[in-house]
């Protein structure tokens, strides 16, 4: 079905083989499905896109499985979802943590997954977990399905592989380590756009990933080999420093990013330090 609205065009598929069809025969459309991106830049007269099509109904893109070695979370599983579910409070915590600390709860209960992800948003709060844990971005399009590893998938600030004609329908994480950390340091305890946020799993072979210092999420994969070959804490911190790359922001300066990162980096690393949720 079409609505049009203040010169605005809605699409609304009623499955996803009828949503791929839209994309490939009356694209360019933008996906749209929680919205709690959208109306804010909406509201602010910055969205350019004038053709929408509405995912929010389309319940093959929703669920959360345990297949087993692997975790698959469809596109729009909710905040909510994740921090309820007890499948990811179990094999990806650090994932329930970072979906609990975006902003209120009607922004939990709306916001999905799949939006944080293809908002690209170098503060995505969940992005670092899914870089730390080698996810997998499910992405389909009327000719197929593919599979992009998640840290391949950003390009650059706010751009993706993602094509125009396909839409993320969900995410494949392999079984994760328990091990997991996840701390976000925003200007207060709730409802606040993240200055620095880093994930990792613990281990001989360590994962980090910390987001909001640089175009894109960061996998530190130089810091990660420096702490397998033995380094000490502050070596391994020198290193996260030529990893990363803030800037001065209208949330904070790049100043403060990098020494809040290393600091985190620090916490990470200390399993006796108890990390408190306040900010």
């Not at 997991?180 to 994930?199: C, D, E, H, M």
Request: net charge positive; charged share 20%.
């Amino acid at each position: 079905m079409t609505v049009g609205t203040l010169h605005r065009e809605l699409l609304r598929p009623r499955t996803l083989r009828d949503a791929l069809r839209m994309l490939h025969a009356e694209g360019p459309l933008m996906p749209m499905a929680g919205c709690t991106d959208l109306y804010v830049s909406l509201n602010f007269g910055t969205l350019r896109q004038t053709r929408f099509i509405d995912l929010w109904g389309l319940d093959e893109l929703r669920g959360i499985e345990d297949r087993r070695s692997v975790l698959r979370l469809g596109a729009l599983t909710t905040y909510s979802e994740l921090v309820r579910s007890p499948i990811v409070n179990r094999l990806l915590p650090m994932l329930a943590a970072a979906a609990r600390e975006i902003g209120g709860v009607q922004i939990q209960n709306r916001g999905t997954l799949g939006g944080n992800v293809a908002n690209g948003s170098p503060a995505g709060d969940t992005l670092p977990v899914l870089a730390a844990s080698d996810a997998l971005v499910v992405l389909s399009s009327s000719a197929g399905t593919r599979r992009v590893p998640f840290t391949s998938f950003y390009t650059g600030y706010r751009q993706t592989l993602a094509r125009p004609d396909e839409l993320i329908v969900g995410f494949e994480i392999p079984n994760v380590p328990t091990r997991q950390w996840f701390r976000k340091v925003g200007t207060r305890a709730a409802q606040a756009i993240s200055k620095v946020v880093l994930a990792g799993i613990r281990g001989s072979q360590p994962r980090i990933a910390v987001g909001s210092v640089a175009p894109t999420v960061v996998r530190l994969r130089k810091t990660e080999a420096a702490l397998a070959g033995g380094a000490s804490i502050p070596e391994a911190q020198q290193v996260m420093l030529t990893e990363i790359a803030p800037i001065d922001d209208v949330r904070s300066t790049a100043e403060y990013r990098r020494r809040v990162a290393v600091n985190l980096l620090a916490q990470f690393l200390e399993p006796s330090l108890r990390v408190r949720r306040r900010r």
